[in-house]
């Protein structure tokens, strides 16, 4: 089989989305099905890890036979099992990776054990398979806020992350401070494009000359604001004006950082990856910041940003190409779920 006729079947249950892809090559999507759990967790406020397990169980074995209906392929076709092994919840971890453990096992295939933060990074060469490297990565979701660079070798390099919140988290939380729902991402990127930034939020190390971020001042000040404001005016709140005002300082922190990063680091190309990445400001600033720099910046298609299992497939595809006849493929059966694990450590 040449590389172009590689067919993966990607698998991702890290968190509060089941996800099957079938992937041919590198990078060409046969197809993609994701079955969000946000009806579930959003009554709570956020996500519930015994919801989110008992619901990828579920859904893992009907998820996966649409993806193969969708694609035109059957089980028999599948040359490679990629699988999300961390990081992410222990429980919806096990889901995913029992069973792509057990569907390998029993069709005698090689298995890839792919890490959820090089699954984001990948997603951005799944649309630019030719993108520039070394990359730096900005990896901005519910979990995480990372820069990583990419090298030539396709090896990470991690070099910063967040000392508290997670820039969706942050998003999240501010959400549920104004009683907007979950996940908050979306709807204050929504309201804050009708309101204006006039209230104070600071942005975060600003001035300091580290490439880490922080997100737990900006949601602080937003609660002081929103305290502020319902002693002054009651509880009719200028909430678009508030997303606004958030939305503005955690943009210019996500900016900030990264061009330090990149006159650090001068990368050939800068891609947006992660749930964040679907944020309509972010795109729009980091997209200037290559223009300043001269260099190319890769945001994927919003559906590429939230968790899904082409990124899964793409990156284990990746590895799995450049080192095929590696016996570790196949030897997968100790393989244990890794909640914790930062890759380019
Ligand atoms: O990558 P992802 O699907 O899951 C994790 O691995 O965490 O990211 C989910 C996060 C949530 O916090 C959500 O609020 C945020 O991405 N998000 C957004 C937007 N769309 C999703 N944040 C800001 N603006 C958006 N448009
Ligand atoms: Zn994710």
Same mark, same amino acid.
């Not at 993108?131 to 390099?157: D, I, K, N, R």
């Not at 002081?224 to 009719?236: D, T």
């Given at each position: ?18 996800? /099957? ?5 590198? #990078?060409?999507?046969?197809? #993609?099905? %994701? ?49 999300? !092994?961390?990081?992410?919840? %222990? ?16 069709? @005698?295939?090689?298995? /890839? ?9 990948? #997603? ?28 030539? #070798? ?21 959400? !549920?401070?104004? *009683?907007? &729902?979950?996940?908050? *991402? ?35 000040? /937003? ?27 955690? /943009? ?6 990264? !061009? ?13 990856? @992660? ?11 980091? &997209? ?5 720099? *001269? ?51």
């Amino acid at each position: 089989m040449t590389d172009n006729e590689l067919i993966t079947l990607g698998i991702e249950t890290s968190c509060d989305e089941t996800a /099957v892809a079938v992937l041919r090559g590198a #990078s060409q999507v046969l197809s #993609s099905k %994701v079955a969000s759990q946000d009806d579930i967790h959003s009554a709570h406020g956020g996500i519930v890890p015994e919801l989110a397990c008992r619901r990828h169980i579920e859904l893992i074995r009907p998820m996966t036979a649409s993806a193969l209906e969708k694609a035109g392929v059957g089980f028999k076709d599948i040359d490679l099992v990629a699988v999300t !092994r961390g990081p992410g919840l %222990v429980g919806a971890l096990l889901v995913g990776l029992s069973y792509a453990k057990a569907l390998a096992w029993a069709s @005698g295939l090689p298995m /890839v054990g792919v890490n959820h933060l090089e699954g984001h990074v990948m #997603s951005a060469m799944v649309e630019n398979p030719d993108m520039p490297l070394p990359c730096l990565a900005l990896m901005v979701s519910g979990g995480h806020t990372e820069l990583f660079l990419l090298s030539q #070798s396709h090896s990470l390099e991690w070099l910063s992350g967040t000392r508290d919140d997670a820039a969706g988290e942050a998003f999240d939380k501010v959400a !549920r401070l104004l *009683g907007l &729902g979950y996940p908050g *991402g979306p709807i204050i990127d929504r309201l804050a494009r009708e309101g204006k930034p006039v209230y104070d939020v600071p942005v975060a190390l600003k001035s300091e000359d580290t490439l880490e971020f922080s997100f737990s001042g900006p949601k602080t000040a /937003v609660k002081n604001i929103v305290n502020r404001l319902k002693n002054e005016i009651g509880e009719n709140l200028p909430v678009a004006d508030i997303c606004a005002s958030f939305q503005s300082a955690v /943009v210019q922190a996500l900016y900030g950082k990264t !061009r330090l990063a990149a006159r650090r680091f001068h990368p050939a190309s800068i891609a947006v990856v @992660g749930g964040v990445a679907r944020n309509s400001a972010v795109r729009r600033t980091i &997209g200037a910041l290559g223009e300043e720099l *001269g260099i190319p910046v890769i945001i994927p298609a919003p559906e590429l940003c939230t968790d899904n299992a082409v990124m899964i497939a793409a990156a284990g595809a990746g590895r799995f190409l450049r080192d095929r006849n590696n016996p570790e493929f196949h030897d997968f059966q100790e393989m244990d779920a890794t909640p914790s694990w930062l890759p380019g450590v």
